[in-house]
């Protein structure tokens, strides 16, 4: 796979050290297991920061430190998350696992909801802080509304291309954008683009039509 659009140095370095929201990590770890070259740069961030806490001082921990631990584990209402879908016997391969694990369906079977002419959506997961995680599956030769982010959005493309002002995105490419960026794809001719999404907010949308649609949407 010939990626040309890669994770953002900053991204890359907050996802190694596991400080990347749960939405953008799905999108960040689905492209590092397609692309080579991200998934050396995860590999030199883990080691660099291995390394600084190897030289960091180091503080000393109460004698009681990790029973305490475990009596809040005990008491606490958190449970080991699931996968939506055992994908040890069957995986999708035409995605990468870390999505893979959250549908309940492989992507040919994703039930979709349309989201205007030509587009449909299937939300995996959307959060009170407005962050979100989404499939979206776009008809050849459509144009997207024209709109910015309020915070950082994450694309990757799993099948199909589109163009925007950036340049031409195609599959395991990812478009890892932040709120100064507007752009407006073009999906390719030839077949549906299917993309990963995550965003820390919802869209800025700049048409009418686009912002009275979002709050139906829940993009």
Known sequence: ????????????V?????????????????????????RAKVRTAEAVGA???????????????????FERIDGSDW???KSRRDVSDDPDPSLPL???RLLDHKLDDVRWKTAGPGVGIH??????????LYLLKVRP????????????????ILRGAYRDQIGRFAPGDVA?????????PVIEDGEDCICLIATEAPARFKGLVPRLLQPIVGI
């Open 51 to 69: 390394a600084l806490l190897e030289t960091s001082e180091k503080e000393q921990m109460s004698s009681d430190a990790l029973s305490s631990v």
């Open 123 to 132: 939300v995996i997961e959307k959060n009170p802080d407005g962050s979100s």
């Open 79 to 81: 449970v080991q998350p």
């Open 141 to 156: 030769g459509h144009k997207l509304p024209d709109h910015g982010h309020a915070g950082q959005e994450m694309t990757l």
């Open 176 to 184: 890892d954008l932040d709120e100064d960026i507007e752009h407006q």
């Open 1 to 12: 796979m010939n990626t040309v659009f890669h994770l953002d140095d900053a991204t890359v």
């Open 98 to 100: 870390p999505v893979s």
């Open 14 to 38: 907050a996802y190694a050290g596991g400080s990347l929201s749960n939405c953008l990590s799905v999108v960040a770890a689905s492209h590092v297991a397609m692309c080579d070259h991200c």
